[in-house]
Nanobody, 122 residues
Framework: QVQPVESGGGLVQAGGSLTLSCAAS????????MAWFRQAPGKEREFVAA????????YIASSVKGRFTISRDDAQKAVYLRMNSLKPEDTAVYYC???????????????WGQGTQVTVSS
């Protein structure tokens, strides 16, 4: 059982930065791939970034590549999403997810957090 809990969302101006954190209570956190997804109003949830269980692979959506980075700290049982050069179109609820299947699809993740709101003003 894994219970991700996101934090770090908020209101930021375009061009600004935020770092989202996800604390995941799990006996074997290092066994799980971790990912960030987001969902804007009226849109489907979409993949943002993922990091493999061993941290040797990361995947970043093309829409945020070069601006967002994902990292994990297994000792802290946490995963982070550093977001730079934020744009109004990045406004969404950001969800942390844990899973053991595929890395970049919603179906690959069994455990989800409640989400944290990120709002980017123009």
């Amino acid at each position: 059982q894994v219970q991700p809990v996101e934090s770090g969302g908020g209101l930021v101006q375009a061009g600004g930065s935020l770092t989202l954190s996800c604390a995941a209570s799990a006996r074997s956190f290092s066994d799980y791939h971790m990912a960030w997804f987001r969902q804007a109003p009226g849109k489907e949830r979409e993949f943002v970034a993922a990091i493999s269980d061993s941290a040797d692979s990361t995947y970043i959506a093309s829409s945020v590549k070069g601006r967002f980075t994902i990292s994990r700290d297994d000792a802290q049982k946490a995963v982070y999403l550093r977001m730079n050069s934020l744009k109004p179109e990045d406004t969404a609820v950001y969800y942390c997810a844990a899973g053991v299947l595929t890395l970049t699809t919603i179906g690959g993740y069994r455990y989800w957090g409640q989400g944290t709101q990120v709002t980017v003003s123009s």
